[in-house]
Every structure is written in structure tokens, then in C-alpha cells.
């Protein structure tokens, strides 16, 4: 387990969100001791895809997704995936993984020039389909959720997985308003990603 973060309190217990549903995932591992947890993953995703409101994500990160359920399920049969949180797009928040364990979310990837971003990031899954835009409500949830996890670790970075894995992975996409997750969590530009920035001034 992580190392040197802050004490347990009310908001987190043993690297357990308080304000998070807690479905534990068994797709996880130990993080390097050496390596701070300094960033953070936005995906999206939906099972079926485009298709909302169901609990077929929680099943698929808790590996009891019905692979015969849907014709899509059959693509991805076997996958052993999991990401710490998931936002529904009522805002509903779900947890998975404990944030200092090492959930299964990134795949191969680099960012700030270091690989395997698995070992020092913090997944959180959007409900949605990359591209499309994202519900007021999941920004909300992000804002809540973000600062509590920089008062517990020494978050730098907020990335997408299309920004760690890029050619790979096109998640969460152009429909996701990063000036207006920077607006609500105040953060410096620094926090995000350079092509990010440069969309915001263009």
C-alpha cells in the first residue's frame, strides 16, 4: 500500500471515497512505493455504447458483466478492466478500487514522461460516448470529488486517456469542457494538458 498520505478522516478511509458507492472490484494491484499519485485519468464510457442509466459498467469492473447480454459484449469478452471511480451522469459517484491501490484503467501509456500510468494515477470513468457531451451533474460530481483527492495526494495533472495513450485511445474527447472543470475546480493551467490549453485560446 501507499505510503506517507494524509490521516483517515470523514471524507477517507484507507483510501476509500466516503461520499462514493462502494463496489469492490477484484482488478487491482500495488503501487510502486517509489511513485507519487500525481495525476488524474478522465475516461468515458457506456455499456452498450450510448446506451445509459443501466449497471452493466459496474458489472464489467467487478468481472460479472453477461457477455451474451448485448452483441457488443461479445467484443470485448474476458476484459479485466476497473478504474477507481465512475460518474454517472446523474452524478452519481461509484467507487472501485481503493486510491492507493493500483486500479486497471490506463493500459499502456505516458504522460509527463513516465510510462505505465496505471502505477500513479487515479482513474475516473465518465458515463458517456467519447465525443458527446457530458451532464452539468458530472461536472458537479468531479468538483466535489477532485479537491478532496488533492488533499489526500499530491495531484499535478489531469489528463484524458486520450492524452496518455494518444493514437491508442480517443476518450473522454472533444465533448468533454475542460474550461469549465478548470473554471469549477480554480485550478492553474499547469494542472492541464498542453493541447487542452491551446483549444481554450484559440
Same mark, same amino acid.
Given at each position: ?12 478511509? /484507507? ?42 459498467? +459496474?458489472?464489467?469492473? =467487478? ?11 461479445? +467484443?470485448?469478452?474476458? &476484459?479485466?478492466? /476497473? ?72 495531484? +499535478? ?12 485511445? =480517443?476518450? %473522454?474527447?472533444?465533448? &468533454? ?9 480554480? &485550478?492553474?493551467? %499547469? ?12
Amino acid at each position: 500500500m501507499t505510503k506517507n498520505y494524509h490521516h483517515e478522516s470523514n471524507v477517507w478511509n /484507507s483510501g476509500w471515497y466516503q461520499f462514493a458507492h462502494k463496489l469492490q472490484s477484484p482488478n487491482f494491484g500495488p503501487r510502486p512505493d517509489s511513485i507519487p499519485i500525481d495525476l488524474v485519468v478522465l475516461h468515458s464510457i457506456s455499456l452498450p455504447p450510448g446506451v445509459y442509466g443501466g449497471n452493466e459498467v +459496474q458489472a464489467l469492473f =467487478t468481472n460479472q458483466l453477461d457477455w451474451s447480454a448485448h452483441p457488443y459484449f461479445r +467484443q470485448i469478452e474476458g &476484459l479485466e478492466v /476497473s478504474s477507481h471511480f465512475y460518474i454517472k451522469r446523474t452524478g452519481e459517484i461509484w467507487q472501485f478500487v481503493s486510491c492507493d491501490d493500483r486500479a486497471w484503467h490506463a493500459g499502456r501509456s505516458s504522460y509527463r514522461g513516465r510510462g505505465n500510468c496505471n502505477d500513479d494515477s487515479i482513474g475516473i470513468e465518465l458515463e458517456g460516448v467519447e465525443g458527446d457531451s457530458f451532464e452539468f451533474a458530472q461536472y458537479e460530481a468531479m468538483a466535489s470529488l477532485i479537491p478532496p483527492l488533492r488533499e489526500r495526494y499530491p495531484i +499535478q495533472h489531469l489528463a484524458g486517456h486520450e492524452h496518455i495513450a494518444p493514437g491508442r485511445k =480517443t476518450d %473522454p474527447g472533444s465533448g &468533454l469542457d475542460w474550461a469549465l472543470l478548470q473554471k469549477m475546480l480554480a &485550478l492553474p493551467d %499547469p494542472y492541464f494538458p498542453a493541447v487542452v490549453l491551446k483549444k481554450k485560446s484559440d
